[in-house]
């Protein structure tokens, strides 16, 4: 007997539900005052020191040595080390949940002007990737809807709460996908006459656009209200940044030049063929999030490791460099992207402040977020060794002050089989 459609999509979201409890933490993460006690200390912006840091209520209160934490509860953090909290800029966790189901893809909105859709509104805080995330170093992120020219707004987010608005790390960034002159993917079939003649299509498309989002940003009392125009109003003026997807050079050349014509204060995101015009985006001090960087060569003529060296050449030039994974459910894996750009020419010490304070600065919260400093967020993690190294384990967490437990799907599942108990007495 055949399902009806509705008791089809009701059983899924039931059975999506329950998948969703069972993989959640158990343990509830605890408030308080707590001292780590002697560790080595990655601050990012003052160095690395031996030390201790206190975390009373959502903030780093001190950093230093042989420190009076009064009744905190102390951790023993001796041969271990702290990092300020990673953050990945630019993925779809919290938007996307299971490829194969499209119920659980809440990130991609129809037609090419949707900049009033937020991503912060669709983001589910009980989403099974953002324990697994988040007890892998990386405690913030940056997630982006996709789609049309302008998709929506993307939102910085912490990897704990139990609303959007409680996650929230305090940006939002407008989002447009610049026409490209490459192709999709390796199943495209245009022809380069044909490439050419859609790219020209969509930029008319945009300048179209952009004027009519200009003039109603200079009208003083403009009638009726557009809410296509009015949330990119300040973008036109100035006064919010545009994150503009760009991978190809020529493409990023003209972006360049559209940026600079229209007064915009823009970051490129992508940019997989940077350090072929790194130049000038050094020239024209526009911040870049590239990645993600286990990938492949965006041209078959390229070598297999220009991914991986892509970003240290745009830093060695001068660019501001953050990595993102452009991931959904492999977001965890932040760390490994920064260690493959750190050895193949960024080097340990940049790599690391581009999952840390160089997207906070990008992202305008390097008051808040990415480093370890006295009067910050308390968002870092403590750890046995390298995190750019998959046998280090991360024993402690803090987000926003929060002592979070170490359980993830993964965690409960080992636990689960280490001590299990078949439940059978089976006999001869």
């Known amino acids: 007997m055949k399902m009806s459609t509705s008791r089809i999509i009701l059983t899924t979201i039931f059975a999506l539900s329950i998948l969703a409890i069972s993989a959640q933490q158990i343990s509830?993460?605890?408030y308080g005052p707590v001292l780590l006690k002697g560790a080595t200390i990655y601050t990012v912006t003052e160095g690395i020191i031996e030390g201790d840091v206190l975390i009373e209520e959502n903030l780093i209160t001190q950093v230093g040595q042989d420190l009076d934490g009064g009744d905190a509860l102390v951790i023993d953090c001796n041969g271990k080390r702290i990092y300020p909290g990673f953050m990945d800029s630019g993925c779809k966790i919290g938007l996307a949940e299971i490829g194969a189901v499209s119920l659980t893809q809440d990130f991609n909105e129809l037609g090419s002007f949707t900049p009033h859709m937020k991503a912060l509104t669709a983001v589910n805080p009980s989403s099974v990737h953002i324990p697994i995330t988040r007890v892998n170093g990386v405690l913030t992120a940056f997630t982006i809807p996709a789609g049309g020219l302008f998709p929506g707004q993307g939102a910085l987010i912490n990897m704990h709460g139990y609303t959007p608005e409680s996650m929230s790390a305090g940006f939002e960034g407008h989002l447009l996908n610049w026409p490209s002159s490459g192709r999709r993917h390796r199943w495209d079939r245009r022809t380069d006459e044909e490439i050419n003649k859609d790219k020209e299509k969509a930029l008319k498309k945009l300048n179209e656009f952009w004027q009519s989002v200009f003039a109603y940003a200079n009208i003083s009392s403009p009638e009726g209200y557009k809410p296509q125009l009015e949330t990119l109003k300040d973008v036109a003026k100035g006064k919010a940044k545009l994150l503009v997807e760009v991978n190809k050079k020529g493409d990023i050349l003209d972006a360049i030049t559209w940026v600079n014509e229209n007064e915009v204060d823009a970051i490129f995101t992508g940019v997989a063929e940077g350090w072929r015009v790194a130049d000038s985006l050094a020239k024209y001090e526009i911040p870049v999030i590239t990645g993600p960087i286990l990938d492949n060569p965006s041209r078959d003529s390229d070598r297999y490791d220009t991914p991986y060296t892509?970003?240290?050449?745009?830093?060695k030039a001068g660019v501001l460099v953050a990595i993102r994974t452009n991931e959904s459910d492999n977001v965890r894996n932040l760390p490994f992207n920064a260690a493959f750009a750190a050895n193949y020419g960024m080097g340990?010490?940049?790599?690391?402040?581009?999952?840390?304070?160089?997207?906070?600065?990008?992202?305008?919260?390097?008051d808040q977020l990415g480093s370890i400093e006295e009067g910050k967020q308390a968002n870092l993690f403590v750890c046995d060794g390298d995190p750019f190294e998959m046998k280090t384990r991360i024993t402690h967490v803090f987000i926003n002050g929060y002592n979070i437990p170490i359980e993830s799907r993964q965690t409960l599942l080992y636990d689960e089989f280490l001590e299990r108990d078949p439940g059978l007495n089976i006999k001869d």
Do not use: C, L, R, S
């Open 28 to 30: 509830k993460p605890t």
């Open 310 to 315: 892509n970003a240290g050449k745009m830093a």
């Open 348 to 366: 340990v010490e940049t790599a690391v402040e581009a999952i840390t304070i160089n997207p906070a600065k990008i992202f305008g919260v390097d």
